[in-house]
């Protein structure tokens, strides 16, 4: 049947828009290669979606999926996290010449695929883990991704003199991609978005992230992106352990 076929093709959609990024960020379009990771983190809903929807679950679809997650949401977001490396070491996208880096310099323009690396294993590490049919165990990778790429666009949208300070920096961004790239592969206990059912009761945390999440938005706007990350890690921690909002 035609419907089994949908969800695959909603994640290759994924794929595609996880490609395109890279090309683009190889070309230095930075600005529309974010927005292609938005766009693949769309497809990666939709295609979860659709597959309950539509009771279409396989083993081709769940691999296909983590694969299509390694390329959209671990190497376009290193790419783009190295080429803002790049900015904070040579104030240009443009590497010099290779025999002239220093070993100094090599590590940190390495320190981006860091995201790369640990989101490969997070999702490998998600394929055999059967704790997280639920909730997760570590920061997923979408989320992870969308954290790094929204940086990006804080650092070329804000005025704030202190945020472009951070985000040039090449020790606080190394700081930065190391933390949250551990956080994929850690035992820390996050809550998930699915809703099995419409009611408050047993969704208590997710209708408050939301809530919180809408709020920022409206704030903030775009500077309201990492921050809506920062807050479901800090949401977790307090319904794991302080309060169970479920």
């Known amino acids: 049947m035609i419907k089994k076929h949908i969800p695959n093709t909603i994640t290759s959609l994924n794929l595609l828009?996880?490609?395109?990024s890279i090309a683009l960020a190889f070309e230095g379009y930075l600005t529309f290669s974010v927005y292609m990771i938005f766009i693949a983190a769309?497809?990666?809903f939709l295609d979860?979606?659709?597959a309950r929807l539509l009771n279409?679950?396989?083993?081709?679809?769940?691999?296909l999926d983590s694969l299509a997650d390694v390329v959209s949401f671990g190497v376009a977001p290193s790419i783009i996290m190295f080429h803002m490396m790049k900015i904070s070491l040579f104030k240009t996208f443009h590497l010099p010449p290779i025999e002239n880096l220093t070993l100094t310099e090599i590590f940190f323009l390495l320190i981006p695929f860091f995201i790369a690396i640990l989101s490969g294993v997070r999702l490998a590490k998600f394929n055999v883990d059967e704790r997280q049919t639920e909730n997760f165990i570590g920061l997923a990778v979408p989320a992870n991704a969308l954290f790094f790429v929204s940086l990006y666009l804080v650092s070329i949208l804000t005025a704030n003199e202190f945020l472009i300070g951070l985000l040039k920096n090449k020790i606080a961004l190394s700081l930065i991609i190391i933390i949250f790239s551990l956080f994929l592969v850690s035992e820390f206990p996050m809550f998930s978005l699915k809703f099995k059912s419409m009611g408050f009761k047993g969704n208590k945390?997710?209708?408050i992230f939301i809530v919180l999440s809408v709020i920022l938005?409206?704030?903030?706007?775009t500077i309201a992106i990492p921050l809506?990350?920062?807050?479901?890690?800090?949401?977790?921690?307090?319904?794991?352990?302080?309060?169970n909002f479920d």
Do not use: P, Q, T
């Open 217 to 221: 938005l409206i704030l903030l706007h």
């Open 17 to 20: 828009s996880g490609c395109i």
């Open 56 to 63: 279409a679950y396989s083993i081709v679809g769940k691999e």
């Open 48 to 50: 979860g979606m659709s």
């Open 228 to 243: 809506i990350i920062i807050l479901y890690i800090l949401l977790s921690a307090i319904n794991n352990w302080i309060f």
């Open 42 to 44: 769309v497809f990666d």
């Open 205 to 207: 945390i997710r209708y």
